[in-house]
Protein backbone atom coordinates (compact mmCIF):
# COMPACT_ATOMS: atom_id res chain seq x y z
CA UNK A 1 0.00 0.00 0.00
CA UNK A 2 1.28 3.47 -0.83
CA UNK A 3 1.69 5.99 2.03
CA UNK A 4 -0.99 9.10 1.55
CA UNK A 5 0.77 11.87 2.89
CA UNK A 6 -3.20 13.62 4.28
CA UNK A 7 -1.90 16.18 5.84
CA UNK A 8 -0.76 17.78 3.27
CA UNK A 9 -2.54 21.07 2.21
CA UNK A 10 -1.44 20.31 -1.72
CA UNK A 11 -3.07 15.94 -1.66
CA UNK A 12 -4.29 16.25 -5.23
CA UNK A 13 -7.05 13.64 -6.36
CA UNK A 14 -8.29 12.62 -9.56
CA UNK A 15 -12.13 12.23 -9.14
CA UNK A 16 -14.51 10.46 -12.01
CA UNK A 17 -17.98 10.59 -12.42
CA UNK A 18 -20.21 9.29 -15.22
CA UNK A 19 -23.56 10.73 -17.42
CA UNK A 20 -25.53 8.90 -19.91
CA UNK A 21 -29.16 8.68 -20.61
CA UNK A 22 -30.90 4.86 -21.12
CA UNK A 23 -30.97 5.40 -24.63
CA UNK A 24 -27.27 6.31 -24.78
CA UNK A 25 -24.70 3.81 -26.39
CA UNK A 26 -22.04 5.80 -24.79
CA UNK A 27 -21.50 7.01 -21.01
CA UNK A 28 -19.48 10.21 -20.64
CA UNK A 29 -16.90 10.40 -18.15
CA UNK A 30 -15.34 13.53 -16.34
CA UNK A 31 -12.40 13.64 -14.31
CA UNK A 32 -11.36 16.36 -12.20
CA UNK A 33 -8.07 16.73 -10.76
CA UNK A 34 -8.42 18.89 -7.74
CA UNK A 35 -6.68 19.58 -4.39
CA UNK A 36 -7.32 19.27 -0.79
CA UNK A 37 -7.75 22.89 -0.40
CA UNK A 38 -10.82 22.61 -3.13
CA UNK A 39 -8.83 24.42 -5.76
CA UNK A 40 -9.38 22.62 -9.26
CA UNK A 41 -6.11 21.50 -10.75
CA UNK A 42 -6.94 19.82 -14.32
CA UNK A 43 -9.35 17.87 -15.67
CA UNK A 44 -9.95 15.18 -18.55
CA UNK A 45 -12.86 13.87 -20.31
CA UNK A 46 -13.62 10.03 -21.95
CA UNK A 47 -16.30 7.74 -22.58
CA UNK A 48 -17.47 3.77 -22.08
CA UNK A 49 -19.95 1.75 -23.85
CA UNK A 50 -22.83 1.44 -22.37
CA UNK A 51 -23.48 -2.48 -21.28
CA UNK A 52 -19.82 -2.96 -22.20
CA UNK A 53 -16.68 -3.90 -20.82
CA UNK A 54 -14.78 -1.38 -20.78
CA UNK A 55 -14.53 1.06 -18.12
CA UNK A 56 -11.51 -0.01 -16.46
CA UNK A 57 -9.95 0.96 -19.67
CA UNK A 58 -11.63 4.46 -20.10
CA UNK A 59 -10.44 5.35 -16.86
CA UNK A 60 -6.80 4.40 -17.08
CA UNK A 61 -6.71 6.20 -20.47
CA UNK A 62 -8.26 9.30 -18.58
CA UNK A 63 -5.46 9.02 -16.44
CA UNK A 64 -2.87 8.41 -18.77
CA UNK A 65 -3.45 11.76 -21.02
CA UNK A 66 -3.63 13.46 -17.98
CA UNK A 67 0.01 12.86 -17.73
CA UNK A 68 0.52 13.79 -14.22
CA UNK A 69 2.68 12.12 -11.29
CA UNK A 70 1.02 14.55 -8.44
CA UNK A 71 -2.22 12.32 -8.12
CA UNK A 72 -2.36 10.51 -4.91
CA UNK A 73 -5.50 9.15 -4.95
CA UNK A 74 -8.46 8.56 -7.91
CA UNK A 75 -11.91 7.98 -6.14
CA UNK A 76 -14.79 7.15 -8.46
CA UNK A 77 -18.56 7.36 -8.26
CA UNK A 78 -20.19 4.02 -8.44
CA UNK A 79 -17.99 0.88 -9.79
CA UNK A 80 -20.66 -0.62 -11.88
CA UNK A 81 -21.62 2.81 -14.65
CA UNK A 82 -23.50 2.42 -17.74
CA UNK A 83 -25.62 -0.22 -17.23
CA UNK A 84 -23.30 -2.97 -15.97
CA UNK A 85 -19.91 -1.94 -17.18
CA UNK A 86 -17.64 -3.04 -14.11
CA UNK A 87 -14.96 -1.12 -13.13
CA UNK A 88 -11.86 -3.31 -12.08
CA UNK A 89 -10.23 -1.58 -9.33
CA UNK A 90 -7.27 -3.80 -8.54
CA UNK A 91 -6.14 -3.31 -12.77
CA UNK A 92 -6.71 0.31 -11.83
CA UNK A 93 -4.51 0.13 -8.91
CA UNK A 94 -1.89 -2.31 -10.05
CA UNK A 95 -1.61 -0.33 -14.01
CA UNK A 96 -1.32 3.36 -11.69
CA UNK A 97 0.00 2.25 -8.54
CA UNK A 98 -2.29 5.06 -7.42
CA UNK A 99 -4.97 4.06 -4.20
CA UNK A 100 -8.59 3.57 -5.60
CA UNK A 101 -11.76 4.24 -3.38
CA UNK A 102 -15.20 3.38 -5.25
CA UNK A 103 -18.08 5.46 -3.65
CA UNK A 104 -21.88 4.22 -3.42
CA UNK A 105 -24.35 5.86 -1.47
CA UNK A 106 -27.01 3.45 -1.42
CA UNK A 107 -26.70 -0.23 -0.12
CA UNK A 108 -27.80 -3.22 -2.00
CA UNK A 109 -28.18 -7.34 -1.79
CA UNK A 110 -26.04 -7.63 -4.80
CA UNK A 111 -27.13 -7.22 -8.92
CA UNK A 112 -26.05 -11.22 -9.95
CA UNK A 113 -30.08 -11.97 -10.63
CA UNK A 114 -29.89 -8.45 -12.88
CA UNK A 115 -26.98 -8.82 -14.70
CA UNK A 116 -27.96 -12.61 -15.84
CA UNK A 117 -31.80 -11.19 -16.79
CA UNK A 118 -29.79 -8.52 -18.60
CA UNK A 119 -27.29 -10.25 -20.08
CA UNK A 120 -28.86 -13.84 -20.80
CA UNK A 121 -25.99 -15.04 -22.92
CA UNK A 122 -23.32 -13.25 -21.66
CA UNK A 123 -23.69 -12.54 -18.03
CA UNK A 124 -20.65 -15.06 -16.82
CA UNK A 125 -17.86 -12.66 -17.48
CA UNK A 126 -19.45 -9.70 -16.00
CA UNK A 127 -20.85 -11.56 -12.98
CA UNK A 128 -16.92 -12.84 -12.92
CA UNK A 129 -15.79 -8.94 -12.91
CA UNK A 130 -18.28 -8.31 -9.76
CA UNK A 131 -17.19 -11.67 -7.74
CA UNK A 132 -13.73 -9.68 -7.80
CA UNK A 133 -14.97 -6.51 -6.25
CA UNK A 134 -14.20 -6.76 -2.48
CA UNK A 135 -17.62 -6.10 -0.26
CA UNK A 136 -18.59 -2.48 0.47
CA UNK A 137 -17.74 -1.27 3.81
CA UNK A 138 -20.14 1.52 5.01
CA UNK A 139 -18.27 4.07 6.80
CA UNK A 140 -19.68 7.60 8.14
CA UNK A 141 -18.57 10.88 7.39
CA UNK A 142 -18.30 13.46 9.25
CA UNK A 143 -21.25 15.10 8.31
CA UNK A 144 -23.28 11.98 9.60
CA UNK A 145 -24.22 10.45 6.49
CA UNK A 146 -23.13 7.04 5.62
CA UNK A 147 -21.46 6.34 2.30
CA UNK A 148 -20.09 2.32 0.70
CA UNK A 149 -16.92 2.19 0.09
CA UNK A 150 -14.65 -0.60 -1.73
CA UNK A 151 -10.76 0.34 -2.18
CA UNK A 152 -7.23 -0.75 -3.88
CA UNK A 153 -3.91 0.18 -2.51
CA UNK A 154 -5.21 2.31 1.00
CA UNK A 155 -6.89 1.14 4.08
CA UNK A 156 -10.66 1.91 4.98
CA UNK A 157 -9.43 4.56 7.61
CA UNK A 158 -7.20 6.25 4.88
CA UNK A 159 -10.17 6.36 2.46
CA UNK A 160 -12.79 7.53 5.17
CA UNK A 161 -10.19 10.82 5.98
CA UNK A 162 -10.08 11.31 2.57
CA UNK A 163 -13.70 11.62 2.16
CA UNK A 164 -13.76 13.48 4.93
CA UNK A 165 -11.95 16.16 4.06
CA UNK A 166 -12.95 16.51 0.72
CA UNK A 167 -16.75 16.25 1.99
CA UNK A 168 -18.06 20.38 2.53
CA UNK A 169 -21.98 18.87 3.70
CA UNK A 170 -23.87 15.78 3.14
CA UNK A 171 -22.51 13.01 1.41
CA UNK A 172 -20.99 13.34 -1.95
CA UNK A 173 -17.84 14.07 -2.12
CA UNK A 174 -16.99 17.67 -3.43
CA UNK A 175 -14.50 16.32 -6.23
CA UNK A 176 -17.18 13.28 -7.49
CA UNK A 177 -19.67 16.45 -6.83
CA UNK A 178 -17.98 18.53 -9.55
CA UNK A 179 -16.94 15.52 -11.84
CA UNK A 180 -20.65 14.57 -12.53
CA UNK A 181 -21.76 17.71 -13.21
CA UNK A 182 -19.08 18.42 -15.57
CA UNK A 183 -19.93 14.94 -17.22
CA UNK A 184 -23.53 16.11 -17.42
CA UNK A 185 -22.78 19.39 -19.14
CA UNK A 186 -20.85 17.05 -21.46
CA UNK A 187 -23.33 14.69 -22.27
CA UNK A 188 -25.77 17.58 -23.14
CA UNK A 189 -23.47 18.92 -25.15
CA UNK A 190 -22.74 16.37 -26.80
CA UNK A 191 -26.37 15.12 -27.94
Not at 94 to 112: A, H, L, R
Not at 141 to 164: M, Q
Amino acid sequence: MKHLHLEKKGLRGLAIAESFKQWDKISRLSGVVIRRDFVIDGFVFGQCTVEGDDATEAILDMHSRLNRDDISFIMISGLIIAMYNIIDLKMIWDVTKIPVIGVTYEESNGIEDAIQRHFPDSYKKKIELYHRLEKRTPITLHTGYKLYIRTEGCSHPDAKKILDAFVLQGSVPEPLRVAHLLANQLNTLQR
